[in-house]
């Protein structure tokens, strides 16, 4: 436990190495972010709902307020860590860990990104900074990224970092009314290490 301590504690004071980056930054969302990441999810809802299950139609700020809260819950172990990911301080959209196992040191990253600042690298730049962090703070020895196969832009980051594409999960998710198959890129850390990002 005290691994996972000094894990969190890293993470809590020095998230990232590029959060000296003024532009760009990453940070653990906090209940005074409730309105923002509202605004977000309900300007992006049509986008988002083809490929999260979140948020539907129903939701509310205190839904907004929830999904920070439980992912602060889950921070301890990484099962869920929610951050935003912030350009100009202006919250853009959300990268989080998820499902650590920490027996076999695999940990996976789900993201999204409001879809007026798509095709500017933001969600590639966030997930490489998540990487590095797993594999040099956490110690983690795979990364892990599950897209829907028709998911297109998503699997391009998996790609653009270099992960590998392993296989098909059939009806891994169901999201708003279908299930849809994943595709699964993995990266291992003795192959982030070699491909020196
Ligand atoms: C998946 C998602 C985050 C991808 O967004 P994205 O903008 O395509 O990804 P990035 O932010 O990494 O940007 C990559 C694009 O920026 C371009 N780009 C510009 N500068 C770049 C840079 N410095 N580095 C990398 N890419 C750059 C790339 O060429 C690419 O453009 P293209 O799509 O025209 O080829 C977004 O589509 C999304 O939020 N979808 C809805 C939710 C979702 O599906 N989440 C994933 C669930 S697993």
Redesign the pocket.
Known sequence: MKELDDSAAKMENNPTPENVDKEFHLRLLEERDTEELFSLLTANYD??KK??PFPNNAFQLSDAKAYINDGRKQYLTYAGVPFGIFLQSKLVGFISYRKADWANRIIGL????DSSR????????ACRILTDFAFDGLRMNRVEIA?ATE?I??R??AE?LGFCREGIIREAEYVNGRYVDHVVYGILAREWADSAR
């Open positions: 986008y988002l490929w999260l789900g993201y999204w990104i798509q095709g500017r690298g933001l969600a590639t730049k897209c998911n832009k998503s391009a980051v653009r």
